[in-house]
């Protein structure tokens, strides 16, 4: 379920940078729903600004995730390489594997943040540009 799917997120983003872009969405989704709600003109072209700057930052969170996932692959990975020795190439790998699961779940994530986020401030924009459509006619 669910919560396995976080427990392997957990476990394989090294950084934990995934639950901070998750903590920016489910902060910014409560928000927009809110506003939604609200539809206080003024509140909610600032409320819009905020969303997309906070859209932006789950993908450039999940970007700087991607770059330390390289980071630790290529930096532990082949400090102390023996290719003679098994243990040692399986110890390479983990290391790489580790670090490359870390640059994917946090471009993932990021990426699936940053973008729900955005199609809710469309839903949200169009909702009050409706709104004041209806008033004018």
């Known amino acids: 379920g669910y919560f396995s799917a976080f427990e392997q997120l957990w476990i394989d983003d090294q950084t934990k940078l995934s639950f901070v872009i998750l903590?920016?969405?489910?902060?910014?989704?409560l928000?927009?729903?809110?506003?939604?709600?609200?539809?206080?003109?003024?509140?909610?072209?600032?409320?819009?600004?905020?969303?997309?700057?906070?859209?932006?930052?789950?993908?450039?969170?999940?970007?700087?995730g991607t770059v330390?996932?390289?980071l630790l692959m290529l930096g532990s990975a082949f400090g102390n390489i023996n290719v003679g020795d098994t243990a040692s190439l399986q110890s390479a790998l983990?290391?790489?594997?580790l670090g490359m699961s870390t640059a994917l779940y946090t471009t993932l994530v990021g990426l699936v943040c940053g973008l729900y986020i955005k199609s809710q401030l469309v839903n949200l924009e169009h909702s009050l540009d409706r709104k004041k459509n209806v008033f004018k006619g």
């Open 94 to 97: 983990k290391s790489m594997a």
């Open 23 to 29: 903590a920016v969405w489910v902060v910014s989704t």
């Open 31 to 64: 928000s927009i729903g809110y506003w939604h709600l609200v539809r206080n003109k003024s509140a909610v072209e600032y409320m819009t600004k905020i969303g997309w700057f906070l859209s932006e930052t789950c993908m450039a969170i999940g970007m700087i």
């Open 68 to 70: 330390i996932g390289f």
